[in-house]
């Protein structure tokens, strides 16, 4: 079986080939770290993230062109953020949270109508998440979802008291309805609290109202674990996986094309120290390039194919 299986996987990283886009003109982003990235139609939208401090920038790649433009955008602009949460609705675009200096993080929520590039800070009723970084920010059904992040306990910001979460609020965003916060019960096997994990989203099919993949993160070691959570129940489960399990990482990225998640770079530790991740700690960690793949057509086989952090998103092509 174990034959069958790494023949497999390397018929499946034979069919995976990068190529380096080297004809981009326009007026390129700087190079950063903890920015945002998602895709309408033909264009990739880039928002923050930081480099020598924190950026406040948005750009757009047009894919089908290969040209870069930073749109003149207008109304309530956000302050620069990185680690935050960014989804895309339509042409309606959500940015939750993140750092906003060093040690002060966010809660505020803004919406972005690319339609005519104009920013609005909205005020939802109801009690907010508190202000984090790393949690993740996923859109089922015209309704967001925020799950975990790092809190900064102290109100000094230039003294950092981290507080790992794995709490839930989410937000209906229908168009016509009140925007308020909730924060759902959920039952099962809730995910440690960690950030800097990744997680995507399946829409509902005939057997389900949708479900979110959580996958590794960090909360003072890198994890590696995968849960699964069922919308309509708020119930989280732990599936049983096979294949060749990647090394624990954060600060990855994942995306969902079609029934397959692909999980891409991030960091991971240098070797894995029983004792020193029994105390909560790591010494030693480095950036990877390594891509991994899991088939979530029953979430039965994560495989790692052939070998950064930053933003990895999919689009459709012509």
Not at 1 to 19: D, G, H, N
Not at 80 to 86: D, E, L, M, R, S
Not at 256 to 283: C, H, T
Request: hydrophobic residues 40%; proline residues 6%.
């Amino acid at each position: 079986f174990r034959s069958r299986f790494r023949q497999r996987s390397t018929k499946m990283a034979a069919s995976i080939k990068w190529r380096k886009i080297l004809s981009c003109s326009g007026p390129a982003p700087r190079p950063r770290h903890g920015h945002r990235a998602v895709a309408i139609k033909d264009l990739i939208i880039i928002f923050g993230g930081g480099n020598e401090g924190i950026v406040d920038e948005l750009h757009v790649l047009n894919t089908a062109t290969n040209q870069w433009f930073a749109p003149a955008v207008r109304g309530d602009i956000p302050n620069g953020c990185a680690a935050f949460g960014f989804v895309c609705d339509g042409v309606r675009l959500l940015v939750f949270g993140g750092m906003v200096e060093y040690g002060k993080y966010s809660n505020d929520l803004y919406e972005l109508l690319a339609s005519r590039w104009e920013w609005r800070r909205l005020t939802p009723l109801g009690t907010p998440p508190c202000p984090r970084l790393g949690h993740s920010f996923n859109l089922v059904s015209q309704k967001a979802f925020i799950f975990a992040g790092l809190a900064n306990d102290s109100a000094d910001p230039k003294i950092n008291i981290p507080r790992y979460m794995n709490d839930m609020h989410t937000l209906d965003i229908k168009e016509g309805k009140t925007l308020q916060w909730d924060c759902p019960r959920m039952f099962g096997a809730i995910p440690l609290a960690r950030e800097s994990h990744s997680c995507v989203s399946i829409p509902p099919k005939d057997d389900h109202q949708g479900k979110l993949v959580v996958y590794g993160g960090m909360n003072g070691c890198r994890l590696g674990d995968l849960y699964t959570l069922d919308i309509a129940s708020m119930f989280w489960t732990k599936p049983e996986l096979s294949g060749v399990t990647p090394l624990p990482r954060s600060l990855h990225s994942a995306v969902l094309i079609k029934n397959k998640m692909y999980v891409f770079g991030g960091w991971v530790p240098l070797a894995i120290d029983v004792e020193n991740r029994a105390s909560g700690q790591e010494r030693e960690w480095k950036c990877t390039n390594t891509l991994a793949c899991l088939n979530l057509g029953g979430v039965n086989g994560m495989r790692e194919c052939v070998g950064s952090l930053g933003s990895f998103i999919s689009f459709k092509t012509r």
